[in-house]
């Protein structure tokens, strides 16, 4: 935004405060504002409605924006809401932007995952997906 010469012309030098005000509330109101970031899902394995052949050992959830360790949850549970993963949730020490846990070997069923991140400026985003696991055939 540009100050017209008429507009530097109504202002008198005896008001050098009110110019500077006026400079300062216009830099402050054309400078653009932060982008704030949820940190989204981007791809999973096993993926959102997928059906597996074989249990899987572990879900790994990657997210678009890096995540706050310590305020990260990923959770499986079995068709009857009972938790099943190895309870050792972590973001990867290597890829701050993938979410994993540990499963023991499962046998046929649906499974629901449930995760709630903490991006690193604070922004929570959470969600849930299934996956089944075939039975042998």
Request: glycine share 6%; proline share 12%.
């Amino acid at each position: 935004m540009a100050i017209s010469f008429f507009e530097l012309k109504r202002i008198k030098i005896g008001q050098p405060l009110k110019f500077i005000s006026f400079l300062c509330c216009l830099l402050l109101f054309s400078q653009s504002q932060p982008a704030w970031s949820h940190a989204l899902p981007t791809h999973a394995e096993p993926g959102a409605g997928t059906a597996c052949n074989i249990p899987p050992p572990h879900v790994h959830i990657w997210f678009d924006d890096p995540l706050e360790p310590g305020l990260c949850i990923l959770r499986v549970h079995d068709r009857s809401g009972k938790p099943v993963d190895k309870k050792d949730c972590r973001v990867n020490p290597s890829n701050a932007k993938l979410l994993e846990v540990s499963l023991p070997p499962l046998p046929p069923g649906i499974y629901r995952v449930v995760w709630s991140v903490s991006s690193r400026d604070g922004h929570r985003t959470q969600g849930d997906y299934t996956f089944v696991i075939r039975s042998p055939d």
